[in-house]
């Protein structure tokens, strides 16, 4: 039978657990792990409504965030979101019962966020990680929205577009001066839009962001569905 020192098992362990942490970075942040204001960076989400009502549809849904956002005015980027993210993963949560949202905070976001639904649930989620309080983190919301102009080609889509992910950045990239291919990540599902996710530091300055970018579509081609009413 083999023998092995206490000390030769103990350096065992420690060089196993080493490159656990190696091969899952996320477990690095355990130690802060959805603890409110103690992450890295933002992610603010820009999600193309068109392509969201298109697959509401197709699935027969009819509930209200639906009805808000596919039913009344036509909206082409909407927010979905401006989440809180570490270097490796990110935290939702962060307070459970989370503050109830104050309902006139909530019919101030309609604008840029047409389901009352998605901002309830934005602030759970994500809004109680930022480590402010809901008037501010909205107004964050505003702020991050503000610093990103919508290039004009995709504002009144009249009609179907196909077009290269990498054309989207582009578009974006140039509209938006300090934004890099490193700090913009066009989503899709299937074969349609789905996102423009844009990495903002937590003063909302574009920042690279490298394990977004990863998650990037990788199709050649997605398509934009028309803005309702174009």
Sequence with gaps: MMWVSRSAAVLCFCVLT???????PASAQDRRQNAPGAFDFYVLSLSWSPSFCAQAAERGSSG?????????????????????QYEHGFPDYCQRPSPRLDHRIMTSML???????????????????????????????RKARAGVKIPAEFLDLAAPKTIAPDAIEDAFIKDNPGLSHSAIAVICDRNRLSEVRICMSKDLQFR????????????????MPPVRGG
Excluded at 18 to 24: S, V
Excluded at 75 to 83: A, D
Excluded at 136 to 141: G, H, K, L
Excluded at 208 to 223: L, Y
Aim: charged share 25%; net charge negative.
């Design 18 to 24: 080493l490159f656990a942490g190696l091969a899952n």
């Design 111 to 141: 604008d840029l966020m047409p389901a009352p639904g998605l901002i309830y649930n934005e602030w759970d989620k994500h809004g109680t990680c930022s480590g402010l309080g809901e008037r501010a983190y909205f107004e964050a919301v």
């Design 64 to 84: 209200r965030s639906q009805q808000a956002q596919c039913g009344g005015r036509p909206f082409s980027f909407v927010v979905h979101g401006l989440w809180p």
């Design 208 to 223: 690279a962001c490298e394990e977004i970018d990863r998650r990037a579509c990788r199709r050649d081609q997605v398509t």
